[in-house]
C-alpha cells in the first residue's frame, strides 16, 4: 500500500452501492485501489441489491428535503454518462413516473400534489407534474384501461436496473485489477492513513454497518417482492397512494416487476413477515389484475442506512479517513451527486459542489 511512483493508495469499505462506484471511480482516476466488503461479491448484504433503484427527485420530494431533490435532479443525468463508461449494459429508462389512486383516497392525492407543486416553487427546475384524466391514465398505460378516473404524471424521472449496476461496477473492478477482499470486515481504525505502509486514504462506505463507529446511524427496514408477470405490460414505474399500502411497482425488463416497500422503523434484519408480503401483493393486484397470475421469484427485507434527519451526510474522521453514509431510501436517486462531491474534495480538496448541493459536511476528527 505504499505510494511510490504511483497514485494515491486508497481503501474502501464496504462494496454495496457507494463503495462500489467509489472504488471504480477512483480506480479510474489512478488511484490504486483495495475494497474490503463484510460479504460476498453478490451484494446479499446491501440494501442496493433489493432496492427498486427509482431515480424519482420530484415523486420524493414528498418526503424529503429540498437538498435531497436537487441531489436527484443532479444525479439523473450523471448516471447515462457513469453507465455509457461500463462494459456490461445496465437497464435505464427516462419514462417518467406514474401516480395513481383510488377514488376513496382522492384528498390524500390532493395533498400529494399540493407537496409536490410546491416542490416546483423550490426547485423550478424539475419539469412540472401533469393532471391526467381516465383517457391520460390510458395513454400513458393502455393495460390500465379505464380502471383510474385521475392519475399524476411526473415526467423526465427514471429508474434502473440494481442488480446489473451492481454485476456491472463487479466486473469493472475485476477487470480494472482492484484488490477486493470479500468476507473481510474492516473498520476505518484498522487503517492509519498516511502513515509508512498505510493507505493515503479510507472510506468508509458500509452503510449500517458503520453504526459501531457512527450510532445515530439507524436501519429503516423494507420489504419488496419482485415478481414476473408476463401478462401485465407497465411502461414505468407507478405509485399507488394509498393510507395503508402506498406501494410502487418498478418494470424492470422482461416483464419482471419489483414492488415494494414498507418503511419500519428497526434494524430488524429478518425475513419479510406475512403481513407485508400480503399487502404488496394485494395493493398490487389492486393496481392491476394481471398480478393474480404473476410468479413470486423472491421475497426480500433490508435495512436503509439513516441518519436522525434522512439526510446522507459526509463525515470526516480523520484528514484522510471519510465516511459516506445516511443514504436512506435515496442511495440510487442521488449517488451519482455523492460521488461527484467526494471525487472533488479528494481530488481538488474543496467542497464547492457538496455545498452547492447542501451535502452536509461533518468533523468527527
Ligand atoms: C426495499 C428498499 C428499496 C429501495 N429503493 C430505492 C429506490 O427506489 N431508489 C433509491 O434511490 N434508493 C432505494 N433504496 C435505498 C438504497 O438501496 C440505499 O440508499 C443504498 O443501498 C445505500 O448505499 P450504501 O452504499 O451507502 O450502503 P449499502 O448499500 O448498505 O452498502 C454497504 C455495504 O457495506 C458492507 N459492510 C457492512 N459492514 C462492513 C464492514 N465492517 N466491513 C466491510 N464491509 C461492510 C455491507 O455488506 C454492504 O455491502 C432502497 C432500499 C431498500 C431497502
New binding site residues.
Given amino acids: 500500500m505504499t505510494s511510490v511512483n504511483k497514485g494515491p493508495s486508497s481503501v474502501v469499505?464496504?462494496?454495496?452501492?457507494?463503495?462500489?462506484?467509489l472504488a471504480w471511480q477512483l480506480t479510474r482516476a489512478g488511484h490504486r485501489v483495495t475494497v474490503?466488503?463484510?460479504?460476498g461479491d453478490d451484494?446479499?448484504?446491501?440494501?442496493?441489491?433489493?432496492?427498486?433503484?427509482?431515480?424519482?427527485p420530484l415523486a420524493?420530494s414528498a418526503i424529503t428535503e429540498p437538498s435531497v431533490v436537487e441531489m436527484?435532479r443532479y444525479a439523473l443525468p450523471r448516471w447515462p454518462a457513469l453507465l455509457a463508461q461500463l462494459a456490461q449494459p445496465v437497464f435505464f429508462q427516462q419514462e417518467g413516473t406514474l401516480i395513481l389512486w383510488h377514488r376513496q383516497d382522492a384528498a390524500e392525492a390532493q395533498r400529494f400534489a399540493v407537496l409536490l407543486r410546491a416542490t416546483h416553487e423550490k426547485v423550478p427546475a424539475l419539469p412540472k407534474l401533469q393532471p391526467l384524466d381516465s383517457a391520460g391514465v390510458r395513454a400513458l398505460e393502455p393495460t390500465l384501461e379505464n380502471r383510474y378516473a385521475q392519475g399524476l404524471y411526473l415526467p423526465g424521472e427514471g429508474?434502473l436496473d440494481?442488480r446489473q449496476l451492481l454485476a456491472a461496477l463487479l466486473h469493472e473492478l475485476q477487470v480494472l485489477q482492484v484488490d477486493l477482499h470479500w468476507n473481510?470486515?474492516?473498520?476505518p481504525q484498522d487503517f492509519a492513513p498516511g502513515a509508512q505502509g498505510q493507505p493515503d486514504w479510507v472510506f468508509d462506505?458500509?452503510?449500517?454497518?458503520?453504526q459501531t463507529q457512527w450510532p445515530q446511524l439507524r436501519g429503516?427496514?423494507?420489504?419488496?417482492a419482485r415478481i414476473h408477470a408476463p401478462d401485465v405490460t407497465l411502461t414505468r414505474?407507478t405509485r399507488l397512494i394509498h393510507p395503508r399500502y402506498p406501494i410502487?411497482i418498478?418494470p424492470k425488463q422482461d416483464h419482471v416487476f419489483?414492488i415494494?416497500?414498507?418503511e419500519i422503523e428497526s434494524n430488524d434484519l429478518s425475513p419479510p413477515s406475512v403481513r407485508s408480503t400480503l399487502e404488496l401483493l394485494s395493493a398490487a393486484y389492486a393496481v392491476h389484475p394481471g398480478f393474480a397470475e404473476a410468479r413470486i421469484l423472491e421475497i426480500?427485507?433490508?435495512?436503509?442506512?439513516t441518519l436522525p434527519d434522512n439526510l446522507?451526510a459526509l463525515r470526516r474522521l480523520g484528514p484522510r479517513t471519510l465516511q459516506?453514509?445516511?443514504?436512506?431510501?435515496?442511495?440510487?436517486?442521488?449517488?451519482p451527486a455523492v460521488l461527484d462531491a467526494v471525487l472533488e474534495l479528494v481530488h481538488e480538496q474543496t467542497n464547492t459542489l457538496a455545498r452547492r448541493l447542501e451535502l452536509r459536511m461533518e468533523d468527527a476528527s
Fill in positions: 469499505l464496504g462494496a454495496g452501492l457507494m463503495g462500489r462506484l474490503h466488503e463484510a460479504g451484494a446479499q448484504g446491501s440494501p442496493a441489491r433489493i432496492a427498486a433503484a427509482m431515480l424519482a420524493e436527484g429508474q440494481n473481510s470486515p474492516r473498520a462506505c458500509r452503510g449500517l454497518g458503520a429503516i427496514r423494507g420489504e419488496v414505474p410502487y418498478a419489483v415494494g416497500a414498507t426480500a427485507s433490508q435495512c436503509r442506512p446522507p459516506i453514509n445516511g443514504l436512506y431510501r435515496h442511495g440510487f436517486m442521488i449517488a
